[in-house]
């Protein structure tokens, strides 16, 4: 048997010695060394020797297996090095020339608008109120009743609300304010939140108005809060926003939902406050409306009126946008133009 394992190893010696490839060498494991090669079929008569001869054919038989797999692994790193060298001198790059250009995706306008908003509101203490709080299909109860607007308030006729079908007293909510609603029934005081999200108007579409829009709600309610304290916050977001040199008003204005109540405007970006086309030749551009929670919101809640005092604004993301970028029609942003979105 001796003789035999002889003969095998130096015949895969000779099959290695002439191999001149990765595939020749893998051939000559498998006819040796694998599970049905040479050597394990003249192993498995090593059972039917004696102990001695056991012992002495064994320790050979694994001596010249070992030298043949290290003779193998030798030759198999030669010839994929050498191959490699082949291959990487075939398909040599210059990496002079220049890369083929890929264009990148860029974040929405609105998106980025209302992530900057989002920001300036988070560093003032405001936190982003849950998605389940801030439902964009809403009923009367909370886009209307629970705000203070009366049942013949113009803003509920279907000319002005989505009204869902077969589904009594169900809407597209008209505005974020039912968030402050929900959030109130949900949270005791103190409440600093805001509440981004989608709304929907019955409106005809044109330059300045869309069908459905962005809006940022926003809700502060503790004890002691006043009409300065609103100022106060909404004067240092536009600072943030447009830029320390952005004059601002307020204007004295109604919400059914807020006493007193005020309009914000910042002066126009177009003309500088001279007056031009844009601004109606006033020098001034709205940017949000806001005012003081109405005691009947409040009760509405089961807050007390006597203990507690808060504000509330609401502002337009698309407006925003279009007054710090200086864009003239609402519906570029719903277009998928490309080259608008690219500027951004």
């Known amino acids: 048997m001796k003789a035999q394992l002889e003969n095998i190893y130096n015949s895969a010696k000779s099959d290695i010695s002439k191999a001149v ?11 040796y060394l694998s599970r049905k090669g040479e050597f394990n079929s003249i192993k498995k ?28 692994k030798e030759k198999h790193d030669a010839f994929y090095q050498k191959e490699m060298n082949e291959r990487l001198q075939k398909d040599r790059i210059d990496i002079t020339l220049s890369g083929k250009y890929v264009p990148q ?12 908003i ?16 801030s439902p964009e299909v809403e009923t009367e109860y909370y886009n209307f009743d629970m705000l203070n607007v009366p049942k013949d308030h113009p803003a509920r006729d279907v000319q002005d609300t989505f009204y869902v079908k077969d589904f009594a007293g169900v809407v597209l909510r008209s505005q974020t304010s039912g968030a402050q609603i929900h959030v109130m029934e949900n949270q005791k005081p103190p409440i600093k939140v805001i509440a981004p999200g989608r709304v929907y108007r019955n409106e005809n579409i044109n330059a300045r108005k869309n069908n459905f829009f962005h809006q940022i709600e926003g809700l502060y309610v503790d004890k002691n809060i006043t009409f300065g304290d609103l100022k106060g916050v909404l004067n240092e977001f536009i600072r943030l ?16 939902f ?13 003309c500088q406050g001279k007056g031009c086309r844009t601004c109606s030749g006033t020098g001034w551009l709205e940017v949000l409306g806001c005012g003081m ?12 009126p006597d203990v507690y005092t808060g504000f509330a604004f ?14 003239d029609d609402i519906r570029l942003f719903f277009n998928n133009d490309k080259r608008f979105l690219e500027q951004f």
């Open 241 to 256: 926003y447009f830029g320390s040199a952005r004059p601002t008003r307020f204007r004295s204005s109604f919400f059914p």
């Open 258 to 270: 807020t006493e007193p109540s005020a309009e914000v405007d910042v002066q126009c970006i177009m």
């Open 21 to 31: 490839s990765i595939a020749e060498i893998d051939d000559i494991r498998l006819k």
């Open 45 to 72: 008569g090593l059972k039917d020797l004696s102990d001695e001869e056991k012992r002495t054919v064994g320790a050979f038989a694994n001596q010249i297996t070992e030298e043949l797999e290290n003779l193998l």
């Open 314 to 327: 609401g502002m337009g993301v698309e407006r925003l946008a279009m007054l710090k970028y200086a864009i």
């Open 118 to 133: 989002v920001s300036i509101f988070q560093n003032l203490g405001f936190s982003v109120v849950a998605p389940e709080l």
């Open 293 to 304: 929670v109405d005691t009947n919101v409040l009760k509405g809640v089961g807050i007390d």
């Open 105 to 116: 995706g860029k974040v929405h306008p609105l998106t980025s608008t209302t992530d900057e």
